[in-house]
């Protein structure tokens, strides 16, 4: 269903897992539809459960996701986090989750509370869903300061802004470019320094940012260096500065995720790797969220391609994962 995987991947189930017969579309949800999310703890390093430090970076709690009441909480892709601790985040099926991030009494991360599925509408206030997968492929999402929801689509290119009162959709404008199908904007943040209505969106497959605005057209906003990986998410940090994900995959090495911060000027100020044996998966989703006395708590979430690659089952997961850094 998604390309995280890759060729390599399928062949590689193809010789180690039977065939699974096709999987039914997952059933809609209606709009605001309260669900019960169970969250089973995972330790940041399987094979040394006490392990809980890489570099300045010191984990924070990371839980496996699910729900036995809809088939549909999956494949998330972005991932905002308020300082309240109120989650939302985007399924590449477009749906929304909200919840609340619960912490145990070291304040790590613990589970999620009064959660809330909702579909997406198109502008004619059908749900996305139903237009197939080049219409509902929803990757980044940015929120501007007066509730707008911006949301950024894949394969079939666009940007439509949900209005912070419900309703549907209008288009917004996306950057003008030529995309590769299925890797286009996966990136999105709020640039509120620029102007209320301004967002930013990172392209997966090279690196290049744009700078928009719901009243104005996109203009080119520089390029990261992707080392050979692909952009999968950003946030903004203190001070100016701004935190990437960025993911490769190898049928070898498995999900390897990186985490680079940079400050104002855009130069690097600390990294962290996640590769096997620590907890990974396709991590896809970033907030970094300022923490009290200093430092930054990032949330990381994985889209899990609901299980599923080519049609044959993949062993993926939904996970939440917690970093401190300061």
């Not at 039914?24 to 392990?51: F, K, N, S, Y």
């Not at 099926?93 to 609340?100: K, W």
């Not at 198109?122 to 990757?139: H, I, K, Q, T, W």
């Not at 690196?207 to 996109?218: D, K, P, W």
Request: negative net charge.
């Amino acid at each position: 269903m998604r390309r995280a995987l890759g060729a390599g991947l399928a062949l590689l189930l193809a010789a180690c897992v039977p065939a699974a017969p096709p999987r039914l579309p997952p059933a809609p949800v209606p709009v605001g539809a309260a669900i019960a999310i169970e969250a089973q703890p995972v330790p940041m390093d399987p094979t040394a459960p006490d392990r809980s430090r890489i570099g300045n970076f010191v984990y924070a709690g990371g839980l496996v996701l699910s729900s036995a009441q809809t088939s549909r909480l999956g494949g998330l892709s972005d991932l905002k986090v308020t300082p309240d601790g109120r989650l939302a985040a985007l399924g590449d099926q477009a749906d929304l989750l909200r919840a609340r991030i619960v912490l145990d009494a070291e304040g790590s991360l613990a589970g999620l509370a009064d959660a809330q599925l909702s579909a997406l509408k198109d502008p004619a206030g059908a749900d996305l869903f139903a237009g197939g997968p080049r219409e509902y492929d929803s990757e980044a999402f940015a929120v501007l300061a007066d509730g707008t929801l911006v949301v950024a689509f894949e394969q079939h290119d666009r940007v439509l802004a949900f209005p912070p009162g419900g309703g549907p959709p209008r288009p917004a404008p996306p950057p003008q470019t030529a995309y590769r199908d299925n890797k286009g904007m996966e990136a999105a943040i709020a640039a509120p320094e620029v102007a209320a209505d301004a967002y930013r969106v990172g392209l997966e497959a090279t690196g290049e940012l744009f700078l928009c605005r719901l009243s104005a057209a996109c203009v080119p906003d520089g390029r990261v260096a992707l080392e050979g990986s692909e952009l999968v998410a950003m946030d903004a940090l203190p001070g100016g500065g701004r935190a990437y994900l960025f993911r490769s995959f190898s049928p070898l090495t498995g999900n390897v995720v990186r985490l680079r911060l940079t400050d104002a000027a855009g130069r690097t100020v600390d990294s962290l790797e996640i590769r096997r044996p620590l907890t990974v998966d396709n991590l896809e989703g970033l907030a970094a969220v300022p923490r009290p006395g200093g430092g930054v708590r990032f949330y990381l979430v994985s889209d899990d391609n609901f299980g599923f690659y080519d049609g044959r089952p993949t062993g993926q997961r939904t996970l939440l994962l917690a970093y401190d850094w300061k």
